[in-house]
């Protein structure tokens, strides 16, 4: 026989390319990557490996997809809560918890909900709901839902007519010389007047006991020199008031346009020291503005945590503010306080109008609006230092979907091209940001062009740590058409490779979220009713349930629909299909437990192989795949195919195996031979024609191109 070269070994973990690149040979990730990465994730060391299947919780009735937010309890319990309209269904690992009904938590807010949650307390926020508090109290082990309080939320002026009263000085003239005169100069926020001298009536300077001495017109010139400073303008007035002994008082009242401010003001007798002024601050200007937070102005639309303090954003009133808490305090937004820990409220300035969609805490603090991404250059947020925000990027974030780090970098979803009125229908591109030492700043770019085809519609994300040595680190992509999508970050291998994960029987997702213990919960749309998953990379069947089947292998009571497809790992063995009638499945045998569930067939298909010349140039013309080598790991069912032809079962079983046990699971290379067909731009193809453990290291094909 003679020898057939092949390509050399592919790690195939460079994820899903989009097709429009399928003849970009010139592509470092090309031959790493594949068309088709469906229910397959790549391993960093290298390969493949199916994605894990799900364990089914529950199933709830709402007419529009449920928001997810987790609560990790002081005991060490972890709560997974599905908000959905009139209630709250919490899960624990076990299945359904807890039922909170909840009358305000109408159909058309759930889409656009955000949530605070720490210790027993969940924080649900909308722009135009009045936030909820929900708290379990642990004598009762029940929960309680009241008002998220603000103690007082921020007074601003929001263009409305405000009752302003004066701000009013009284400056004391005091003198211990009846003889001297006066020449008194008067600072008002930091602008000085001219000194202003006692004359009688005709302008002649008299002394301050004098009997001709005009005080009138020394108050009326007084209240003149500060109208003339900057900013203040005509309408101070001055008048004296009766003598007290060796002194006079001059009243100086800020009235007119200037009602409703403070003003602060020094006054200083310039010719003499025989003669002193004291100013004393009577009557502080005040304009009686309204609070931020109000039924008639609405409310904050999301809450977190920063430096201590509960940053509340997304404002009904005012889209661009920043309300931020005490320290320590998180319903304290009264900013009034003058020390450091105060509360405080910042606005980013810009040409144009924006609306902070999230708020995220890392090496600095970053905004990501409607119109671009924000840091605030400030270490440390004090309530007497402004704060200074700096543009890291001209492309905004798409709102609930919070940005997540992977590996060291920040990862956020591009807010949708039509704006904020159209963001339901999700973002279209993913974004990084690293922080540049060198710049002093944030370098924005677009990381999703080589698999953009499976980042459109982007409506929620989610962060995974690895579980094992043997993950990447995730962030799942929820899309507004239900698919669901993972980008994994290989930081040594330069690599984020996509992949989608879908949900067995035309199931499509309609929410995820991570919980305190770094699990993936989903809602599985099916047939109509929404389902309540927990992810599990150590299964592979999906919406699974553990049954014991009768002596005869029949298993009854199964909550699944009549029709559904399911399998079965029983005592290890992989069985099935069985079609579910009446909730009632027959395996066919005596078994001690088992697995039962929906199955989803894992699917790779390789990047097409193309004749390429010394020069680098691509020959588009007729080929074939003829050989594949495949590694295994632990597999136990793989199907192979090229050149567009149906995938065959390969056979794993050997005679070395017991035959009353489940076969072991396969690791070694396996070698097919003579793959028929001849098609342009030929693909190999790797997947299952019936359920069972696979993995794939490393693969190369011998090709005729």
């Known amino acids: 026989m003679v020898a057939k070269p092949t390509t050399p070994f592919r790690s195939g973990n460079a994820g899903e390319i989009s097709s429009d690149a399928k003849n970009r040979v010139d592509i470092k990730q090309y031959y790493s990557g594949g068309l088709a990465y469906k229910n397959i994730e790549p391993v960093p060391q290298s390969g493949f490996r199916q994605m894990g299947g799900s364990w089914r919780k529950g199933q709830i009735a709402a007419t529009v997809a449920p928001r997810f937010v987790s609560l990790n309890l002081d005991n060490g319990t972890t709560l997974a809560c599905f908000v959905m309209e009139g209630q709250v269904a919490i899960y624990t690992e076990s299945g359904l918890a807890y039922v909170v009904p909840i009358a305000r938590l109408t159909p058309d807010l759930i889409p656009n909900l955000e949530f605070y949650a720490e210790g027993r307390t969940i924080g649900i926020f909308h722009a135009y709901m009045r936030p909820l508090r929900l708290f379990l109290d642990p004598a009762s082990n029940s929960w309680l839902v009241s008002d998220w309080t603000f103690a007082p939320p921020p007074k601003v002026d929001l263009g409305g007519n405000y009752p302003r009263s004066a701000d009013m000085w009284e400056i004391f003239i005091r003198w211990a010389d009846r003889d001297n005169t006066v020449a008194l100069s008067v600072t008002v926020n930091g602008e000085t007047t001219p000194s202003v001298r006692l004359t009688d009536s005709a302008g002649n300077l008299v002394s301050v006991a004098a009997d001709n001495a005009d005080w009138n017109k020394f108050a009326a ?28 008082r001059l009243i100086i009242t800020f009235g007119g346009d200037l009602l409703g401010e403070e003003y602060d003001l020094a006054a200083v007798v310039t010719n003499t020291s025989e003669v002193s002024a004291l100013p004393v601050h009577t009557s502080i200007g005040r304009t009686e503005l309204e609070y931020l937070f109000s039924d008639a102005r609405h409310w904050p639309g999301l809450a977190v945590l920063v430096q201590d303090r509960m940053a509340y954003a997304d404002i009904a009133a005012e889209g661009g503010a920043l309300a931020l808490s005490a320290v320590a305090e998180y319903f304290d937004l009264d900013t009034a306080g003058k020390s450091d820990s105060a509360a405080r409220l910042d606005r980013i300035r810009s040409q144009t109008s924006e609306r902070i969609n999230q708020v995220k805490e890392s090496r600095y603090i970053l905004l990501f609006t409607d119109r671009g991404v924000y840091f605030v250059t400030n270490r440390t947020i004090e309530r007497n230092t402004p704060l200074n925000f700096v543009l890291a990027s001209e492309v905004g974030g798409q709102p609930h979907c919070q940005a997540f780090d992977l590996e060291g970098v920040i990862y956020y979803v591009a807010i949708n091209q039509r704006g904020t009125s159209e963001a339901y229908a999700g973002g279209n ?23 953009s085809h499976l980042t459109q519609g982007i409506i929620r994300t989610a962060r995974q740590k690895p579980l094992t040595d043997f993950d990447a680190s995730k962030g799942w992509l929820l899309r507004a058409d239900g698919r669901l999508v993972a980008a994994q970050m290989i930081k040594n291998q330069d690599i984020l490779g996509f992949c989608e994960w879908i949900a067995a029987s035309g199931g499509v997702v309609r929410e995820i979220g991570i919980d305190g213990r770094n699990r993936l919960w989903v809602a599985v749309q099916r047939n109509g009713v929404i389902g309540i998953e927990l992810y599990d ?22 909550p699944y629909e009549n029709g559904a497809v399911l399998y079965a790992v029983a005592d290890g063995f992989e069985i099935g299909p069985f079609t579910c009638q009446n909730g009632t499945i027959d395996l066919r045998d005596a078994y001690a437990s088992a697995i039962v569930g929906r199955w989803q067939r894992p699917y790779f298909e390789s990047m097409p192989y193309r004749a390429v010349t010394p020069g680098d140039e691509v020959i588009e013309r007729p080929g074939r795949i003829h050989t594949a080598n495949v590694s295994l790991v632990d597999t136990t069912s793989i199907a192979i195919g090229a050149n567009g032809q149906p995938p065959e079962e390969q056979p794993l079983l050997t005679v070395d195996d017991p035959a009353d046990r489940p076969m072991p699971g396969k690791s070694k290379t396996i070698t097919v031979t003579g793959l028929l067909g001849y098609v342009d731009g030929t693909t190999l193809v790797i997947t299952q024609n019936k359920p069972g453990r696979f993995r794939v290291s490393q693969f190369s094909v011998g090709t005729k191109l």
């Open 429 to 451: 591109q993913l974004l990084s940001l690293v922080y540049d030492d060198v710049s002093t700043s944030y370098n924005a770019d677009t990381v999703s062009l080589l698999a």
């Open 221 to 248: 010139d007084v209240a003149a020199a500060i109208q003339a400073l900057p900013n203040i303008g005509p309408t101070v007035t001055g008048f004296q008031s009766t003598e007290l002994g060796d002194s006079r």
């Open 537 to 558: 990379p150590s299964i592979y069947l999906h919406d699974a349930m553990v049954a014991t089947p009768n002596l005869a292998g029949v298993i009854s009571g199964l």
